[in-house]
T-cell receptor
Framework: KQEVTQIPAALSVPEGENLVLNCSFT??????LQWFRQDPGKGLTSLLL?????REQTSGRLNASLDKSSGRSTLYIAASQPGDSATYLC?????????????FGTGTRLTIIP | DTGVSQNPRHKITKRGQNVTFRCDPI?????LYWYRQTLGQGPEFLTY????????KSRLLSDRFSAERPKGSFSTLEIQRTEQGDSAMYLC???????????FGSGTRLTVV
């Protein structure tokens, strides 16, 4: 059974700093990995999708990497802003038939201090 | 195309009542997923459809839960005889095919009192 872990559970950093969020998964048989953002009481907004054959994806100030063999992904946020404050969730999609669904971590709650 | 739409946004119900939620996916997406999220946790998979066929159901989906996707368009999730433990955010997502990213709706927050 796939398990996804996100460390740390919460993180506070001053505005302007660069930061890294970590995600690890136990089963490397994944189709892809997706990072989401969730604001309090809201749904999920997709940030980046990395296919299993890819090593990284970039969007603006965000960069996500994937090391499938070691079961790890990182989300790098450059020049953090107060508007980046949210919970960040990573999720992996299983590769095998019957496991074609996303398994989520419990998230990292990020607070950017102005 | 306005993305994935879920209704209602909030639902407060008394224990023992039945509730039904609706999800309208992105029109060209043939996969539709339901997830449940409790406070401080990541979303947990409930069930998913490819077109009108329900392909998988989680063990979390007890006999009181039923989901449908008639004609492969919108989907409904019904909870019968609600319990306080059913209180959660119910999230719907759709995708084009396996391997493409999910698009989530804003969710329906259920409170059972």
């Amino acid at each position: 059974k796939q398990e996804v872990t996100q460390i740390p559970a919460a993180l506070s950093v001053p505005e302007g700093e660069n930061l890294v969020l970590n995600c690890s998964f136990t089963d490397s048989a994944i189709y892809n990995l997706q990072w989401f953002r969730q604001d309090p009481g809201k749904g999920l907004t997709s940030l980046l999708l990395i296919q299993s054959s890819q090593r990284e994806q970039t969007s603006g100030r965000l960069n996500a990497s994937l090391d499938k063999s070691s079961g790890r992904s990182t989300l790098y946020i450059a020049a953090s802003q107060p508007g980046d404050s949210a919970t960040y969730l990573c999720a992996v999609m299983g590769l095998l038939r019957g496991n074609e669904k996303l398994t989520f971590g419990t998230g990292t709650r990020l607070t950017i201090i102005p | 195309d306005t993305g994935v739409s879920q209704n209602p946004r909030h639902k407060i119900t008394k224990r023992g009542q039945n509730v039904t939620f609706r999800c309208d996916p992105i029109s060209e997406h043939n996969r539709l997923y339901w997830y449940r999220q409790t406070l401080g946790q990541g979303p947990e998979f409930l069930t998913y459809f490819q077109n009108e066929a329900q392909l998988e159901k989680s063990r979390l989906l007890s006999d009181r839960f039923s989901a449908e996707r008639p004609k492969g368009s919108f989907s409904t999730l019904e909870i019968q005889r609600t319990e306080q433990g059913d209180s959660a955010m119910y999230l719907c997502a759709s995708s084009l095919v396996t391997g493409f990213g999910y698009t989530f709706g804003s969710g329906t927050r259920l409170t059972v009192v």
